[in-house]
């Protein structure tokens, strides 16, 4: 049966935004409890900072929550991951990748990249460098392994990509589908992925979300997806391939009006996970 694990982790982001993620993940993962009918299994992070090391802020603190979570996840093959910050990712699809090998892909739902190292980051959070260290690159004690090959990672509705990040475009290692692009897939009914996947892991950061109809998220950026449109793109994802985890992360509000909005992307992702009677 797929659990759904609420990470509340804010160390990974240090916007202003960022003390509101662990309520706003906790609430979330609430709804999507009595949502999708199935208890939640909160993950113990730690609470307080730690140093900036090697490039990363709060890097020993991220470290033990990363610990944490791999204990939960054991072998457990689908989990839908309530965040906190997008840091929260890295190990689920660590995991996912190691299960199902190198045919699995990551569709990636954000406003930025997430493909900054410890070495391109200007803010040295590592929420801005979990892709790229899904794809095996970046501080060792974060890099993963079994890696994301280059070729099976999909960026869907980035609008706020920094030089570094859109490198990884212009080399190909990531195919990268801004709105426009996003908005017509979905339409088309086209496959998203555009690859030989037989798996994906699926990740939405809530600020792919246009601020308009969703502005509580840790870092708004104006010019995103409706949650018609998110929910439209990830039927058609899960329509051309099985869906095998997935992760929500970057809810800065607990308030339940606002969160109310996200019942239809919660209900999508319950559907491709296989929640359930």
């Known amino acids: 049966m797929p659990e759904v694990h ?15 993620l662990p309520s706003g993940g906790r609430a979330l993962a609430k ?4 949502v999708l009918g199935t208890a939640v299994r909160t993950i113990p992070v730690g609470e307080h900072g730690s140093p900036t090391v090697d490039g990363i802020a709060n890097r020993a603190a991220l470290l033990d929550n990363r610990a944490a979570q791999r204990a939960a996840l054991g072998t457990r093959s689908t989990v839908l991951t309530i965040g906190g910050d997008c840091g929260v990712e890295l190990e689920p699809v660590r ?18 990249g997430d493909l900054h190292t410890p070495a391109t980051s200007p803010s040295h959070a590592f929420h801005g460098m979990v892709l790229r260290a899904a794809m095996g690159e970046g501080d060792p004690g974060f890099a993963s392994g079994p890696r994301i090959g280059a070729g099976r990672v999909v960026l869907l509705g980035a609008r706020s990509l920094e030089p570094a ?22 339409v088309a009914g086209n496959a998203v992925l555009e690859t030989d996947a037989d798996e994906v892991y699926l990740h939405v950061d809530l600020d792919v979300l246009d601020p308009a109809g969703f502005d509580g998220v840790g870092c708004p950026v104006p010019g995103g997806l409706t949650v018609a449109e998110l929910v439209g793109s990830i039927r058609a994802i899960a329509a051309a391939t099985p869906v095998v985890g997935a992760g929500i992360t970057e ?17 999508a992702v319950g559907d491709c996970l296989g929640f359930g009677p």
């Open 6 to 20: 609420s990470v509340a982790q804010r160390q990974g982001a240090v916007v202003p935004r960022a003390v509101s």
């Open 165 to 186: 990040e859109r490198e990884q475009v212009w080399r190909q290692t990531v195919r990268h589908l801004p709105v426009a692009a996003a908005r017509r897939s979905t």
């Open 95 to 112: 995991a996912a990748r190691e299960r199902y090998g190198r045919t699995l892909a990551l569709a990636w739902f954000d406003a930025h």
């Open 251 to 267: 809810c800065a509000t607990d308030d339940p009006a606002a969160l109310r909005a996200l019942v239809p992307l919660l209900e």
């Open 31 to 34: 709804l999507a409890g009595e």
